[in-house]
């Protein structure tokens, strides 16, 4: 592995330190019949268990709902969380949460669901405005004042990691951009990680989803190093997005390894227990790691990818609205901003190319420094085009004359930009998305 940042070449004004948070974990076949136990463990009398229209019907929240009963825990359903969530979703699960009288969450689903249980969670244990928590210049970026009442994510796709971030995202219909929350309070308490779920995924969920779980790994490989932030005042109120340090490099290893094996094998064929089940994993690990070093500008561009979305429908979505959905809204920028990241740390992109399958023989052996960009960049690309990705943005509807308004929609998403190894102004942002526009 390249440098761990864990050198002793103190940085100027950077931190010195960095901090591990997560929720508490279970991994594994069949776990998803413990919720009923867990619940119980955590003293909830009646639970709010969340889920999608479409998951609804299916033997997942079957099972979770059996489990809790036995446990002799009453349960009030709410099944309309929105896919890829909105202001007004997030404020119509509250209302429901706010009414049911109930102490503790169970979210059955993908990020929208686990995402919008966080709301509903936290603007029903501490009630406030919408924009109150959002992140700054967005929202007010207020400090949760506390703790919220116990949550328990149980996901369903093998993608987001939100069962164990303390982040929501929504789109904010005005701005027609995401945006979020992002606080360790609104952290799940407890995630229960089921494999077994990712049998009845759609192939372009997997794969959507999977390359979610990819950047993320690469994102917080590559982020700018936690030495080289500015130290938080005071230290201990540093952010979960905290940049590059040696424990997020550990999950991200393994997960680009398990991707590099295992995502073309998942992404085709429901039945390979073994390729599902191994990228399950690495989107755990992938969750811990930015959870705690945080993604920066292909999350950020995508934040103004999927909310300016026009007319794009994507098969195994719900063909209600256009989505652009999260992981292809991120992808479709990574090879053009690894390109641009990296002269900075070549041997870091390097590396990240090597374990996503890139081997000595195809290149990397020989290759110098200026190509590391290069190999990550077109590592990437090949994964896209083996699983019927979009040909970058054009590929979600988008031109050249679109890009200065993605742009105005990404610049104010700083807690990301800023965490780039590069400096992320306007002009940085123009070039990357007109590098991204295609690839093949
Ligand atoms: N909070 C975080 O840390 C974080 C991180 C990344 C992304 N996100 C957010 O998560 C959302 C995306 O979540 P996602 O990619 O997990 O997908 P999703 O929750 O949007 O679901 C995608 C589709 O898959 C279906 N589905 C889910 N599980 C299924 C299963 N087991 N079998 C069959 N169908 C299933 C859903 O019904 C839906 O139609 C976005 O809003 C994104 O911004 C949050
Ligand atoms: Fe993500």
């Not at 969530?85 to 699960?93: E, G, Y």
């Not at 590069?422 to 690839?439: E, F, P, T």
């Amino acid at each position: 592995m390249t440098c761990c940042h864990l050198s002793t070449d103190q940085t100027i004004d950077g931190d010195t330190a960095f901090t591990v948070e997560t929720s508490a974990i279970t991994f594994g076949p069949g776990c998803l019949a413990e919720a009923g136990d867990v619940a119980r463990e955590l003293g909830i009398a009646r639970i709010a268990l969340v889920t999608d229209p479409l998951l609804a019907e299916s033997d997942h929240v079957g099972v979770v709902l059996a489990s809790l009963r036995t446990a002799g825990i009453d349960v009030a359903v709410y099944d309309q969380v929105r896919i890829e969530p909105t202001d007004v979703s997030f404020r119509a699960a509250t209302d429901f949460a706010r009414h049911g009288d109930v102490d503790g969450f169970i979210s059955v689903g993908g990020g929208s669901v686990i995402d919008t249980t966080k709301a509903a969670n936290l603007y029903t244990t501490h009630p406030a405005d919408l924009l109150t928590y959002v992140n700054a210049p967005i929202g007010e970026g207020a400090a949760v004042p506390g703790p919220l009442r116990p949550h328990i994510a149980c996901p369903t796709t093998s993608g987001t990691g939100s069962e164990c971030t303390g982040i929501a995202v929504f789109d904010l219909l005005e701005m027609k951009a995401k945006t979020g929350i992002a606080s360790k309070m609104i952290r799940p308490t407890r995630a229960l990680i089921d494999p077994l779920v990712t049998a009845s995924l759609p192939s372009p969920v997997v794969a959507s989803s999977g390359f979610d779980v990819l950047s993320h790994a690469l994102e917080s490989y590559t982020a700018r190093p936690f030495r080289h932030r500015p130290r938080a005042e005071p230290p201990a109120q540093r952010p979960s997005g905290q940049g590059a340090n040696p424990w997020s490099d550990l999950g991200c290893a393994e997960a680009l390894r398990l991707l590099g094996l295992y995502l073309e094998r998942a992404v085709h064929d429901a039945d390979d227990t073994e390729a599902r089940h191994q990228v399950m994993w690495a989107a755990t690990l992938a969750g811990i790691a930015f959870g705690n070093a945080g993604c920066h500008a292909p999350h950020g561009m995508s934040y103004s990818v999927a909310g300016m979305v026009q007319d794009f429908q994507p098969d195994g979505y719900p063909r209600s609205e256009p989505i652009v959905p999260h992981g292809m809204s991120v992808i479709v920028n990574s090879p053009s901003v690894f390109r641009a990241t990296a002269p900075v740390d070549p041997q870091r992109h390097f590396q990240a190319a090597r374990w996503l399958g890139v081997d000595a023989g195809s290149g990397a052996g020989e290759a110098t420094d200026a190509d590391a960009g290069e190999l990550l960049a077109g590592r990437i690309i090949e994964l896209m085009r083996a699983t019927d990705m979009p040909n970058g943005l054009s590929g979600v509807g988008y031109g050249p004359d679109d890009i200065d308004s993605l742009t105005a929609g990404s610049l104010p998403q700083r807690r990301l930009l800023d965490n780039a190894p590069i400096k992320i102004d306007r002009a940085a942002l123009v070039g990357l998305y007109r590098d991204a526009l295609s690839y093949w």
